[in-house]
T-cell receptor, first 110, second 113 residues
Framework: NAGVTQTPKFRVLKTGQSMTLLCAQDMNHEYMYWYRQDPGMGLRLIHYSVGEGTTAKGEVPDGYNVSRLKKQNFLLGLESAAPSQTSVYFC?????????FGPGTRLTVT | LAKTTQPISMDSYEGQEVNITCSHNNIATNDYITWYQQFPSQGPRFIIQGYKTKVTNEVASLFIPADRKSSTLSLPRVSLSDTAVYYCLVGDISPYNTDKLIFGTGTRLQVFP
């Protein structure tokens, strides 16, 4: 099992560009999450999903959109990137109790 | 909202036992306590979870007093590889409850040789 994988690992965007981050899990988990982590900070929840076809807002959802068309995939989109979105993005999946995290995507917006 | 408070940092030496305490004064009846570990440039990793009393696994022990207003993660005989940030999270298991997903800034543990 690969667990939770994230694509890409690194990306540099110019302000105003768009991109999609892909998260995939092979553990048949119902719940999936997107977090961002800024230097020296804890993780902050962006959006999450409790099942295929569902999404919900987390603590910092502005500027991001998500989709969960398939149970194993959770996509995070940035429609118009801003320098404030420079961060490390982590995806996680899990059941009711624990989460399993991916390796992260390091995004820089210039 | 079950807010948690942890020390910002702790230092230890190899071979010592490390205890990291988390305060959660307004923990609710249905809330569980979960600890994660994060190494630099990696996602957090689940360590242990408990509801009351004591829980032990191959990595750590979790002590929860009867009033559940705090919890203590105990790492026996730490090694250099235990240098990481440790997060305490509190929340119930319902799908739309995001309390259990609040990581805070954690406790940075530095283990010295």
């Amino acid at each position: 099992n690969a667990g939770v994988t994230q694509t890409p690992k690194f990306r540099v965007l110019k302000t105003g560009q768009s991109m999609t981050l892909l998260c995939a899990q092979d553990m048949n988990h119902e719940y999936m999450y997107w977090y961002r982590q800024d230097p020296g900070m804890g993780l902050r929840l962006i959006h999450y999903s409790v099942g295929e076809g569902t999404t919900a807002k987390g603590e910092v959802p502005d500027g991001y959109n998500v989709s969960r068309l398939k149970k194993q995939n959770f996509l995070l989109g940035l429609e118009s990137a801003a320098p404030s979105q420079t961060s490390v993005y982590f995806c996680a999946s899990g059941g009711s109790y624990e989460q399993y995290f991916g390796p992260g995507t390091r995004l820089t917006v210039t | 909202l079950a807010k948690t408070t942890q020390p910002i940092s702790m230092d230890s030496y190899e071979g010592q036992e490390v205890n990291i305490t988390c305060s959660h004064n307004n923990i609710a009846t249905n809330d569980y306590i979960t600890w994660y570990q994060q190494f630099p440039s990696q996602g957090p990793r689940f360590i242990i979870q408990g509801y009351k009393t004591k829980v032990t696994n191959e990595v750590a022990s979790l002590f929860i007093p009867a009033d559940r207003k705090s919890s203590t993660l105990s790492l026996p005989r730490v090694s250099l590889s235990d240098t990481a940030v440790y997060y305490c999270l509190v929340g119930d298991i319902s799908p739309y409850n995001t309390d259990k997903l609040i990581f805070g800034t954690g406790t940075r543990l530095q283990v010295f040789p």
